[in-house]
């Protein structure tokens, strides 16, 4: 008896001690951008560290420990806030990217993911953008699409200059991911201080049809907006914020508009797609940024959202906001 005890309590302890030993490990190279040797090891095995970490951590059903990864305290909070809204994990046990010169140092671009979050509907795979500078990552969020990328940075005309295309893409992305993130810190700072939210409410109203003997009633649907200041925004946000554990968002046909006569300014127009635990919906957002030529960030004066679809079909084209529809003094 006391042999069959003995191996009943091994046998136990190896199932609970598997999970632990099944460890992966991600390995990260660079394919060419990056001429300083010794910061492409560096950067190639922190961003592989990093890689592992996250698939360990998916696999096991908890938090990140960034503690020995070269990370920035504000890039470990983005991504820690982005792990308790949605785990994710790296598709690939191999991946090699090219280093590309980014608006803040460099970034590593494609890196394919699953978002593992339970209210994200469809095709789950995503890219993920690393950024970097001086041997430690600065930046961690998800991607536009790859095509859209592309688009942008080669079958845009409406933009010439490449590198300011670069940092309003990255913007746009980092912008994103405050939402996913539920970081009402970041989202303050690129909202300028008299920033102007216009959020298009859909009524239903309710109409006899006429011209026959039993009149049916008829429900037509119109937009009603609603303007409201920076801190009215930031203050509704925080509620929704609070009260959802996992908030995403997704961008689509995204377009940059550069403004006419001024050069620092532009329109970014897109479809966004928002699910949360208590609500989702489609729609159209218009956003109108201002960059400046010293190194602060850009920040957003107007941002705008209208419904996909009205009264049973596409919103029209020509009624979607663009950077058109606004006078900028």
């Known amino acids: 008896m006391t042999r069959h005890r003995f191996f009943l309590t091994i046998a136990a302890l190896t199932l ?96 394919a993911i699953t978002m593992l979050a339970d209210n994200i509907a469809g095709d789950k795979q995503r890219e993920l953008v690393i950024c970097f500078n001086k041997g430690a990552i600065t930046d961690v969020h998800l991607a536009l699409s790859s095509n859209m990328y592309q688009e942008w940075m080669y079958g845009s005309r409406s933009i010439t200059d490449k590198r300011r295309l670069t940092e ?5 992305e980092r912008f994103r991911s405050f939402y996913n993130e539920k970081d009402l810190e970041s989202l303050e700072k690129i909202f300028s201080e008299d920033a102007l939210i216009i959020t298009g409410n859909v009524i239903k109203t ?53 403004h006419k006569s001024k050069s620092n300014w532009y329109g970014v127009s897109l479809r966004q797609n928002w699910k949360s635990d208590r609500y989702e919906d489609d729609g159209y957002v218009f956003l109108l940024w201002e960059f400046f030529d010293d190194n602060r960030p850009p920040v957003i004066h107007i941002r705008t959202w209208q419904p996909y679809m009205l009264n049973n079909k596409p919103l029209d ?13």
Request: net charge positive.
């Open 16 to 111: 609970f001690v598997s999970p632990l030993m099944a460890l992966e490990n991600v390995s990260f190279l660079f394919a060419g951008g990056m001429e300083d040797l010794r910061q492409k090891e560096r950067m190639e095995k922190e961003i592989s560290h990093l890689l592992t970490e996250v698939n360990n951590a998916a696999n096991e059903g908890r938090a990140l420990f960034l503690s020995n990864i070269s990370i920035t305290p504000k890039a470990r909070k983005a991504l820690s806030n982005l792990w308790q809204t949605s785990m994710f994990r790296c598709d690939y046990d191999q991946n090699v990217q090219p280093c590309l010169t980014a608006v803040t140092g460099c970034e590593v671009r494609g890196i």
């Open 168 to 172: 309003i893409l990255s913007f746009v």
């Open 206 to 258: 309710s109409k006899k049809t006429k011209g026959e003997k039993n009149p049916n009633m008829r429900v037509e649907e119109k937009i009603v907006y609603n303007v409201q200041n920076k801190q009215n925004y930031l203050n509704k946000l925080s509620r929704i914020f609070n009260s959802n554990k996992q908030i995403y968002l997704t961008f689509d046909e995204v377009k940059p508009y550069p």
């Open 317 to 329: 084209k020509d009624s979607v906001f663009d950077i058109d529809n606004f006078l900028i003094p």
